[in-house]
């Protein structure tokens, strides 16, 4: 019996030594930060801290330890340069700290690009908005980093643009997704959006062959064998004969005068 007890509490001891999950979905709309717990996580606080460089990263006060999913963090607004910071949250649980989760921005913001997506054959074009205030104070050296990826599969880094761009080579019939996010004089600044995802279509070329082939073959009407060839020969029936030129009646040439060849 003690036995059992020992490994029971051994068990319990080696549960509370592992880390709490990482939150989900965290994402900030017009300065109200929003995650989600993690499916079946016990009693866990939560921890907020911004960074405007992404070397050091400093806690939210009004949202160091705190139960729940939500916080207002405005008060960071007045810490990065231009206004903007990044932002990430991290479980904690007895002492124990999560991988903490960057924050993306769900519909854009002052700090972060407006941008959308249209898939086209073998292509995603990243369209970019110049009509925001971080461009237009700061010009050509303020770019985007666009990153994009397959839907499930880490981003990757395509380029640092000033206007909008179209990544190539991609699979048709695949999910791919996008992300992007201001930088100045190469540094970071501020949340990147969050993904976006689009399925990029066949080829107009492919798509229109295949359908004319399936509207000829739809078309194309079915091979019958006349009921009349099925049918046995008649009394009536009259052979044709191959009938040899010796058999033929022709006229004899005798001979061909000068005034006919004249004529």
Not at 50 to 57: A, G, P, Q
Not at 69 to 84: D, L, P, R, W
Not at 178 to 198: H, K, M, N, S, W
Request: glycine letters at 4%; aromatic letters at 8%.
């Amino acid at each position: 019996m003690f036995f059992y007890v020992l490994c029971v509490l051994l068990a319990v001891q080696a549960l509370s030594d592992v880390p709490p999950a990482s939150p989900q979905d965290v994402h900030v709309d017009n300065w109200q930060l929003t995650w989600r717990p993690a499916p079946e996580e016990g009693k866990v606080t939560y921890m907020v801290e911004y960074s405007s460089d992404e070397k050091v990263w400093k806690s939210v006060p009004a949202c160091a330890n705190i139960s729940s999913n939500s916080c207002n963090v405005i008060s960071t607004k007045a810490e990065g340069e231009h206004g903007c910071v990044m932002l990430h949250v991290r479980a904690e649980r007895r002492g124990l700290t999560s991988t903490p989760v960057r924050a993306c921005s769900q519909h854009g913001d002052s700090c972060s690009p407006d941008f959308r997506l249209t898939a086209g054959p073998d292509s995603l074009a990243v369209h970019l908005s110049r009509n925001h205030r971080l461009p237009q104070e700061h010009g050509e050296h303020l770019k985007h980093s666009v990153y994009y990826g397959k839907e499930g599969e880490p981003l990757q880094k395509y380029a640092d643009v000033l206007s909008s761009v179209t990544i190539p080579d991609l699979q048709e019939g695949q999910r791919y997704c996008a992300q992007v996010q201001y930088i100045d004089f190469d540094l970071p600044l501020g949340p990147a959006t969050c993904t976006r995802c689009e399925v990029i279509p066949k080829s107009r070329k492919y798509s229109k062959q295949s359908e004319r082939g399936r509207i000829k073959q739809w078309l194309r009407p079915p091979y019958r064998i006349p009921s009349s060839f099925l049918e046995p020969f008649g009394e009536n029936y009259i052979p044709i004969s191959n009938r040899s030129h010796s058999e033929e009646h022709c006229h004899v040439i005798c001979a061909i005068s000068p005034e006919e060849l004249r004529e």
